[in-house]
């Protein structure tokens, strides 16, 4: 089960042929990304470098489509996260267990070629002008996984409930300034008449 306090997004992995080794980069910083769309208006995102200063990311699963038994651990040596400049690289032996092996066939096989990863957030700013949504702080990470369908489909149920707040703002905000220009042209309309 999908908890609904944390985020998911999904970026590419790849296999290497020596051993049953993954790596990837689940998260990217600075990079804009289109979250949402609605009525040709995009909604966008951004982690910022340095959102996982002091974050916990000591005990991080490799799952498959973020549920069940984990293919790879941080706590067991399996995973590994490296957090640099460009974002969160990762690096996982799946040879320690059967879900692991078998996603390592998987991924070898193209079943898999996407990533995921779950998260919570803590500081986060969103500029309506812009309409994008900057994450400042990220408290914890809970997985990076291997996902059948990318977790952007997932993580709209996530990313709606943020957006379609922004949205109906928008579009309330939008209805009271007709309503107020309707208001003001009665308004002129009747003084005229007077």
Do not use: W
């Not at 996603?103 to 812009?130: C, Q």
């Not at 996902?147 to 922004?166: G, L």
Request: hydrophobic share 35%; charged share 35%.
């Amino acid at each position: 089960m999908i908890s609904k306090d944390r985020e998911y997004r999904s970026f590419d992995f790849k296999s290497e042929d020596e051993g049953m080794i993954i790596d990837g980069t689940p998260i990217v910083f600075d990079e804009p990304t289109v979250m949402y769309e609605i009525e040709g208006i995009k909604y966008y995102e951004v982690i910022r470098r340095g959102a996982l200063e002091g974050a916990k990311i000591d005990d991080v699963v490799l799952n498959v489509d973020h549920t069940g038994k984990p293919a790879a651990k941080t706590k067991n040596g399996t995973l590994k996260l490296e957090v640099n400049d460009r974002g969160v690289d990762i690096v996982a032996d799946l040879s320690k267990n059967a879900t692991g092996r078998d996603l390592y066939e998987d991924i070898k096989n193209g079943f898999f070629d996407k990533m995921s990863f779950a998260f919570t957030v803590t500081d986060e700013t969103y500029d309506r002008n812009t309409r994008t949504r900057t994450i400042t702080k990220i408290d914890r990470l809970y997985d990076v996984s291997a996902v059948t369908v990318p977790a952007y489909n997932q993580t709209s149920i996530q990313a709606r409930s943020f957006f379609d707040m922004e949205i109906e703002k928008e579009l309330l905000e939008k209805r009271n300034t007709e309503i107020a220009k309707e208001k003001l042209k009665l308004k002129l309309r009747l003084e005229k008449g007077a």
